[in-house]
């Protein structure tokens, strides 16, 4: 029974052999080749050697091609040699596959196979191997990595850069330092970033030289490196770069310092905010407003006197960092600002007070009310629109009620009708009978009935005696959102209106109720003075009849 056991397992083996055979002569493989592989390998290793390193010596490129992509995924220390012949493959894809399968044997004979591969003619085979030398990344291979920075092509120099980058190790320091005078600028910048990783005292040194670069990009960088790095040493390079003629290196500088945030980084920082180059500046304050928004008071400070500066795009910039600081800090600043500063940078101040929309916020934009400036005091109403809070329909009532510019209390009027507080309903009604402007008046009305509804239809029926014709007019033109009795009674009244836009609104007011009883007074109208008015009645009067 066991025997007979054994020698069907042995003829299911063979047959699975056989199937791979098979598998490795198709164009597209089935992923059951890989699994096949790897379990039937996993019984006897030898026999799975024996067949794919017979395959690699096929005519049949799809059968090399499977069988150094089967040996890539044992890699195994047995497969090297045979993965070594590979690499005189005619076909590019077996080279690169073999390639890529030593990158996975992480031991010195694959890196000495692999230095064969440096001499391929495709520069992309040797980049390909240089990528699995970095892989590897024993001394060795560091020492193979370093020999290829003098290889003709500047690609493969960018792939041994890109291979350090992985690779911790005191030798790699070297090897980058000489990177940085290869005469491809994207090899330096990579040696930069390998060298930023790498971090330490050594590399701040080199790092330096880096700044002198001929290339704006690796100076930046190199900059930029030193912050990451940090450390005293690399605070008084970054602080000789600032002092520099090159403003983006300055500007990098200034970031620079900004990551590394000690004292004598922070003096450097609040130092470069008199910088004789406004970009530079703008800078400084960018970075010290990371360190204001965690509550640093010298940041704080130092982007307040920037509100002050001669350039209008550090100001702006000093604004937009005080509204990303926000809170009571900002509003303390800006309510000490605001009667000093440009007219422009009071507008963002403004906006930032309303933004913030806390109480000292609020309060600080109700004294700012008493500026001279009406067009200010228009921003500031339109500011304390946005804000939610219980006493700003308070403030705007006090608006509408004293201050002397009508385009200030026409907007007071807008924003207490958007708000829609039925508190404000006295102070309507008073500028409804009483304020000099009659847009404020028409304005009265509209916000009178979109707060309180029917409900006015008494109050704002006493406004058809106001001397204005557009006042009495909105009033008609109000009234016909409405179709009861009392509605119909008023308007009625309005057709005898010295004025014939206000008999227009009436009549189309009334058309728009319609009925009989409208019908018999309409048609009246059909005579009267004004053209305006006859054509009006005569058109609701058809729309009545049909």
Excluded at 395 to 412: F, G
Aim: hydrophobic share 45%; proline share 1%; aromatic share 2%.
């Amino acid at each position: 029974m066991c025997c007979g056991k054994s020698m069907s397992s042995e003829v299911d083996i063979k047959k699975e052999f056989s199937e791979i055979k098979k598998m490795l002569k198709q164009k597209h493989p089935s992923p059951k080749l890989s699994n096949l592989v790897l379990q039937l390998y996993a019984q006897n290793k030898e026999k799975v050697i024996e067949i794919l390193a017979h395959a690699l010596e096929s005519k049949n490129d799809y059968m090399r091609r499977n069988a150094v992509q089967m040996l890539g995924e044992i890699a195994d220390e047995r497969v090297i040699e045979i993965l070594a012949k590979a690499l005189d493959d005619p076909l590019w894809i077996v080279r690169y596959m073999a390639i890529e399968a030593l990158g996975k044997i992480k031991i010195d004979r694959a890196v000495e196979i692999l230095t064969k591969a440096l001499n391929d003619n495709d520069k992309d085979i040797r980049s390909t191997a240089v990528e699995a030398i970095g892989r590897i990344g024993n001394e060795r291979a560091v020492e193979i990595l370093a020999k290829i920075l003098d290889d003709s092509s500047s690609d493969v120099h960018l792939e041994a850069v890109w291979a350090l980058k992985g690779i911790q190790n005191e030798r790699v320091v070297e090897i980058l330092a000489k990177a940085l005078d290869d005469s491809n600028r994207c090899v330096r910048r990579e040696a930069v970033d390998a060298l930023m990783a790498i971090g330490g005292d050594r590399v701040v040194k080199i790092l330096a030289k880096a700044i002198d670069d001929s290339d704006e990009y690796i100076r930046c960088a190199a900059v930029h490196a030193l912050g990451l790095v940090g450390g005293n040493q690399a605070i008084e390079i970054l602080a000789k770069a600032l002092n520099g003629s090159d403003v983006k290196v300055c500007c990098a500088a200034v970031r620079a310092l900004g990551h590394i945030k000690n004292k004598r980084a922070i003096n450097l920082m609040i130092k470069a905010i008199n910088h004789t180059n406004a970009d530079v500046r703008i800078a400084a304050i960018e970075v010290l407003g990371v360190l204001g928004r965690t509550g640093n008071k010298r940041a704080i400070n130092t982007i307040a006197k920037a509100l002050y500066d001669r350039d209008i795009d550090v100001r702006r910039t000093a604004m937009q960092v005080l509204r990303e600081i926000g809170g009571d800090r900002a509003v303390k600043i800006l309510a000490k600002a605001l009667p000093h500063i440009n007219p422009d940078a009071q507008i963002s101040a403004v906006e930032i007070l309303s933004e913030i929309g806390t109480k000292k916020a609020v309060k600080t934009l109700v004294k700012a009310l008493n500026d001279n400036d009406w067009k200010f005091r228009l921003g500031i109403v339109d500011a304390l629109g946005k804000i939610k809070d219980e006493t700003v329909v308070k403030i705007l009532t006090k608006v509408l009620a004293s201050d002397k510019n009508a385009e200030v209390r026409l907007r007071s009027v807008r924003l207490l009708e958007k708000i829609g507080d039925a508190r404000a309903v006295k102070s309507l009604v008073k500028a409804l009978f009483s304020d000099s402007d009659a847009w404020v008046r028409r304005a009265a009305v509209e916000a009178l009935w979109k707060i309180k509804g029917e409900s006015v239809i008494e109050i704002i029926a006493k406004a058809l005696n106001d001397n204005n014709a557009s006042v009495r007019q909105t009033v008609v033109e109000t009234l016909e959102k409405t179709k009861n009795e009392r509605s119909v009674e008023i308007l009625l009244k309005a057709l005898d209106d010295v004025e014939a836009p206000v008999r227009c609104a009436a009549v189309r007011a009334l058309g728009k109720i319609g009925g009989k009883r409208v019908a018999e007074i309409l048609r009246k109208f059909l005579f009267d003075i004004h053209e305006d008015v006859r054509r009006a009645a005569a058109k609701v009067l058809k729309e009545i009849n049909q």
